[in-house]
């Protein structure tokens, strides 16, 4: 443990207990300390306005949740339900509406493209920029009979960089967490080649 202190690595035990991440230990301490605040600010002060997805261990079942809460209104089987996405025109620090269904939700990264807010769709990236911030993404249960991915690239969204992740006793991934939905005026398979995808943190 000493020995990963002095090269800035998060001991073994931590990682074995912790959440994945590629961080190195100065970068994860304050990220855990992020987390940990984000969960006492919704406990003390109630629901945010958008939800910092990052925070979570299991992303995956937020997103359950979010549907059953949807599924329970409704009166509508959970199995007949899936996200539509919307990406606003602004970040976390600007939430201009809170949606009566679903969810707002920020804290992502775009890698292998880049949002472009005039045109509200994904674009090749700047050069020298791999990794940008991208907006609020507001999720929309809707019934499955809706398609949702016309005219979008199924963008994956992965909890860190390594794009892989081992099957959990839930029979989800330990890394990927869903498809989100991006507008393109390209087909999307120029996106796959392109390896472009979403992430929930950087490796720094």
């Not at 919307?86 to 804290?107: L, Q, S």
Request: charge should be negative.
């Amino acid at each position: 443990m000493a020995t990963k202190f002095l090269d800035d690595r998060v001991p073994a035990p931590w990682e074995g207990v912790g959440y994945p991440s590629l961080k190195p230990l100065a970068s994860w301490v304050s990220d855990l300390i992020l987390r940990v605040q984000f969960m006492g600010k919704w406990l003390y002060e109630g629901g945010p306005d958008s939800y910092w997805v990052p925070a979570f261990f299991f992303p995956q079942g937020f997103m359950t949740a979010a549907l059953q809460t949807y599924a329970r209104k409704t009166i509508t089987p959970i199995d007949a339900l899936h996200f539509k996405t919307h990406v606003r025109g602004y970040g976390a620090d600007a939430v201009e509406e809170v949606p009566e269904d679903g969810i707002n939700m920020h804290g992502f990264f775009l890698q292998g493209a880049r949002w472009d807010y005039t045109k509200s769709c994904i674009e090749d990236s700047y050069p020298r920029e791999p990794i940008i911030n991208f907006p609020l993404i507001w999720l929309e249960p809707v019934m499955v009979a809706e398609q949702v991915d016309a005219g979008c690239y199924s963008c994956p969204l992965y909890k860190t960089s390594t794009r892989r992740g081992e099957l959990s006793t839930t029979g989800h991934s330990t890394n990927f967490v869903l498809f989100l939905h991006l507008a393109t005026d390209v087909q999307p398979e120029y996106w796959i080649r392109r390896g472009a995808a979403l992430l929930s943190m950087t490796d720094d």
